[in-house]
C-alpha cells in the first residue's frame, strides 16, 4: 500500500503530562475511506489521541502526516480547515438557537453583511438528503432528541467539508434503536467517501460497522486488526491483557416468592410535574431486578423515593414487608437497604477522606466500630475493617489512609461496594455501577453483584446500558414516561423488543403498565 492510500499517519506519537504518560510512541495509519475503530479500556489514552489529533492537544514529540505530508495542528480551527472534524460525546450545540443557526454558526453564508439563510438552509437540506439525516432546520436544539442533535453536529462538520469525521463514544447514550441509526448514518458516510474513526467501549458496535480496529492499552497501540480476523473476545483480552467475562458466572436458583422490596403504585411530582406515575414492581431475595429505560423517564425519582432522598406524594414501597414512605436514609438503611449511587463522587464518597474512613461511611455509629461505651470510634476496629475490606475486593492504593480523591474510578467504586456490601443488606439497589468503569473494574463490580444475589440479597439494578441489564439481570422492568410498562423474565429477550419498550410500544400496541 502506497503513502497515499493512508489519509492519516501518525508516527512516534508522545503526550507526556506532569504525572503520567497519556501516549507512549503510539505509531499506526488510518486509511482513506475506512470506518477504524480505536478501542481501551479507561486510560488506555484513547481520547488524548484523538485531541492531538483534532488539535486540542499537542504531542510532545512525533508527528502527523495527512496525505503523506508532515502538518501541525495546533487548533481545531486547524484541524477543520485540513478536513478534519470531531464529534465530541458531550456535544457543543447552543441550545436556544436552531438547528440551521447551530450548523453554520462560524461558517455562515453570507449576502453583504448579513447571514443568507435562505442559500444556507437549501444547502443544509442538500447535505442532510445526502447522508438521509432528516433534520428539521427550524426547530431549537433544546426541542430535539438526543440522536437528533448528534445529527446537527454530523451536519456541522459536513458543512465545514470534513474528509475525516472522528466519533468519541458515540452510542453511549443511545437506544438500541437509536445505535441502528448511527451505524446506518455511519456506514453512509462511509459509502460517500469519509473516513471515520470511531472510539468506543461497545465492541458489538465495533465489530458491526469497522474495517479495522485499532487496540490501546496503557498508552501504548497493542496492535491493529482487520475486523475479520478478531471477534469480541479477542478484542476485549487485547484491552484488558487477558480473557474477560461479563455478567457476574454462575447463579444459585431463586428459592422464594417473597418480596424483599415491593412498590405499590407510587407516584410523585416534582416542581408541579409528575414523573412517577401509578409504579409497581417487586424484588424478591436471591434475584436481580433490572430497571431500563431512556434517561429522564423517571429512574431518579424511583431511586430516590426507595432510599429515602424524596418522599412519594402517594402508594407504599415495602421493605421486608414495613413501608419506608416518610423515613429518612438513615432510618431505611438501617432497615436493610444499601444503595451503590450513580454520582459516586458526590453521594458515594467523602473524597477528603481516607480510604478507611470512607470504608465505614455511614455505618460509623454500628457497635462494632464503636468502643465499649460507644462514645469513641474504635480505630483499631475501623482499620481492621478496611484491611480485609482491601483484601476482599482489591482495593489498590498506596496506603488506606491516602484521601479518596487520589484513587482511580474502578477504585473508587470498589470502595463504595466494599462498603454497602459489607454492610450485609437485605436489598442492594446499585445504580448505574459500571458507568465511566474500564472493562476490568466492569467485570468485578459485575461479579460483586451476583455473588450477592446468589447469597440470597435481593437486588435492584438501574442501568442505561442494555448490554449490561441483559447480562445481569433475572428480570427485566421497563420504565417510560415514569410508569413499568413491561417487567418480563430474561429469557431469549432481544435488545430490539426492550428497545421498542423503552419507547414505550409494547408488543400489542398497549401502552398500560403491567403488574
Request: aromatic share 4%; glycine share 8%.
Amino acid at each position: 500500500m502506497s503513502t497515499t492510500d493512508n489519509i492519516i499517519e501518525l508516527r512516534h506519537i508522545t503526550k507526556i503530562f506532569p504525572t503520567i504518560v497519556a501516549n507512549d510512541d503510539i505509531s499506526f495509519e488510518i486509511r482513506r475511506g475506512e470506518i477504524h475503530a480505536i478501542v481501551g479500556e479507561n486510560g488506555a489514552g484513547k481520547s488524548t489521541l484523538m485531541n492531538i489529533i483534532y488539535g486540542l492537544l499537542q504531542p510532545t514529540s512525533g508527528e502527523i502526516l495527512l496525505n503523506g505530508v508532515p502538518v501541525k495542528i495546533d487548533t481545531s480551527t486547524k484541524a477543520l480547515s485540513l478536513g478534519l472534524g470531531m464529534v465530541h460525546q458531550h456535544f457543543m450545540l447552543v441550545q436556544d438557537f436552531t438547528v440551521l443557526q447551530n450548523i453554520i454558526l462560524g461558517s455562515e453564508i453570507r449576502k453583504g453583511a448579513v447571514v443568507d439563510y435562505e442559500q444556507a438552509r437549501q444547502k443544509v437540506m442538500e447535505l442532510s438528503d445526502t447522508y438521509d439525516l432528516r433534520i428539521d432546520p427550524d426547530k431549537k436544539v433544546k426541542e430535539i432528541s438526543v440522536p437528533m442533535q448528534q445529527r446537527v453536529e454530523i451536519l456541522k462538520v459536513l458543512w465545514r467539508k470534513a474528509e475525516v469525521i472522528i466519533f468519541d463514544e458515540p452510542t453511549a447514550v443511545l437506544t438500541p434503536q437509536e445505535i441502528d441509526e448511527f451505524c446506518e448514518i455511519a456506514l453512509k458516510l462511509k459509502a460517500q467517501g469519509k473516513t471515520l474513526v470511531f472510539i468506543s467501549h461497545k465492541l458489538g458496535e465495533v465489530m458491526r460497522i469497522s474495517d479495522r480496529v485499532t487496540i490501546m492499552r496503557l498508552g501504548k497501540v497493542v496492535c491493529t486488526k482487520e475486523i475479520s480476523d478478531t471477534d469480541e473476545k479477542d478484542l476485549a483480552h487485547l484491552m484488558v491483557g487477558r480473557d474477560v467475562e461479563l455478567g457476574g458466572g454462575h447463579r444459585e436458583p431463586i428459592k422464594t416468592t417473597e418480596e424483599v422490596l415491593s412498590v405499590r403504585d407510587v407516584s410523585m411530582a416534582v416542581g408541579g410535574v409528575k414523573k412517577l406515575d401509578g409504579i409497581n414492581l417487586s424484588v424478591h431475595p436471591g434475584e436481580i431486578l433490572g430497571v431500563i429505560g431512556i434517561d429522564g423517564n423517571g429512574q431518579d425519582e424511583l431511586v430516590n423515593a426507595i432510599c429515602g432522598k424524596a418522599r412519594a406524594d402517594s402508594g407504599e414501597i415495602l421493605l421486608d414487608g414495613k413501608n419506608i414512605i416518610g423515613k429518612s436514609i438513615k432510618q431505611i438503611r438501617d432497615m436493610g437497604l444499601s444503595t451503590v449511587y450513580e454520582d459516586r463522587l458526590k453521594d458515594g464518597l467523602v473524597l477528603k477522606y481516607s480510604v478507611r474512613d470512607n470504608l465505614i461511611l455511614g455505618y460509623q455509629d454500628r457497635p462494632q466500630f464503636l468502643c465499649k461505651w460507644k462514645a469513641f470510634l474504635n480505630q483499631k476496629a475501623i482499620s481492621e475493617n478496611a484491611q480485609k475490606q482491601q483484601a476482599d475486593f482489591d482495593i489498590r492504593c498506596g496506603s488506606l489512609d491516602v484521601p479518596a480523591r487520589t484513587l482511580s474510578g474502578g477504585n473508587q467504586q470498589k470502595i463504595i461496594l466494599a462498603r454497602e456490601v459489607s454492610a450485609g443488606p437485605r436489598l442492594l439497589m446499585v445504580v448505574q455501577p459500571t458507568r465511566g468503569l474500564d472493562m476490568g473494574a466492569i467485570e468485578f463490580v459485575h461479579d460483586k453483584v451476583v455473588e450477592q444475589r446468589n447469597a440470597g440479597c435481593g437486588v435492584l439494578l438501574f442501568s442505561l446500558e442494555l448490554d449490561e441489564i441483559l447480562q445481569l439481570s433475572d428480570r427485566i422492568a421497563v420504565i417510560h414516561n415514569g410508569s413499568i410498562i413491561k417487567t418480563l423474565p430474561n429469557k431469549n429477550v432481544t435488545k430490539q423488543q426492550i428497545g421498542r419498550y423503552m419507547l414505550g410500544v409494547l408488543d400489542d400496541g398497549a401502552q398500560e403498565a403491567e403488574a
